[in-house]
Structures are given as structure tokens and as C-alpha cells.
């Protein structure tokens, strides 16, 4: 990221406003990256430590959702992705609520990052009589069934980049399975090569 600073100062007087605009948008995204990685360093030591609180309590899930991906938006426009939120009013949660905007959030990027221009992504949730499911799914290049079983396995799985290079640490899924075990959830995860991917989280009502 230093290298692209200096280069833009350093010809800044000659470059044009578009490609200002190139250079502030690979700047954001460099730092919004580091900012995500350092969150999820913070998170996992803290778990790993005990030292990660946990404060759960219940509420509705819809109402909660739709401040999580409000910071999706940019992001859902400049791909033309179709975001569907299906989740009833009246669904209700027993989860602490940071752990689970961090688990969401990075679902949601992690759905972002594979899925096509034009493509879809859905959240949805199913009540049962001991659970509630939540379903994050994209119909993006999807995974390998091969590899499934590293996903969650720090130090197994490769970070790969996105549909349009977008970078990520591979960290962001480990940290997943960690907060939602924290809470007394699973996660799993449903995919097919070229078909995209549904990960399933199951937390206590």
C-alpha cells in the first residue's frame, strides 16, 4: 500500500481525475482489507485466549439484518449484485450481537468476493424447535467439495482471489466457525464447483 501512495504523490499533478479515482479506490480497498484482517486477528486471539466476551441475548433477527448489510451497498452496486433478505418479521434470535455482525459480516464479504457481475446473494432463516437456521448463499464460482474440509482448518485452507481479484486472508471463515462455536452454534457449508455456495449457521432461539 506504501508503494501506491507514493507513486499517486508523486504524480499527481499529472494524473487525471479518473485515475485519482483508480488510485483512491485501490487505496480504500487496501486499507478496508487490513482494517477486516486486523478485526479478525483481534477476535481470534481474544477466543483463543478466553478472553472474548460473550453477552447473548434475544432479538429480532430482520430488524438487526438490515443494519449489518446497510455497509454492503457500494459494494452490492459495483458488482450489479441482487441482494435478497428473507428473514420474517417476527423471527427472533438468542445471540450476542457482535459476534454475530462479525460472523455476518464476513459471510457476506466472503459471498461478495465469489460471486459474479449480475449475480445473487440471499440470507434467509427457517425456525425450528430447538434452532434457528440462517442461510447465506451466492450463486457464485463456488468450492471444490474437495476442499470444504479446510475451510474451517487454520493453516489448511489458501486464500484465493475473487471474481474480480479482490484479495482476502483466508482468515475470515476460521474466525467464523470459532464466534459461532463461542455461542453455542455450528456452521457448515453446502457447495458445488460453478454452481456458488450456502453456508448454514445454527444458533438457539
Known sequence: MASIIETSIENIDSMQSKDISEAMRILYSHSKNNHELFNNILHWAQSQSGKLPVFKEKFYLKSFYNKVFERFNEQFLRKSIEFELLIDDKIEVYADKILLKSILDNLIENAIKFTETNGKITVEASLHKT???IAVTDDGI???ENKIKDLFVIGKYKSTKGTEG???????????????????????LKSKLGQGSTFLIQLDI
Open 131 to 133: 434452532n434457528i437456521v
Open 142 to 144: 463456488g468450492i471444490d
Open 166 to 188: 479482490e484479495k482476502g486472508s483466508g482468515f475470515g471463515l476460521i474466525l467464523c466457525k470459532e464466534l459461532v462455536k463461542r455461542m453455542g452454534g455450528e456452521i457448515s
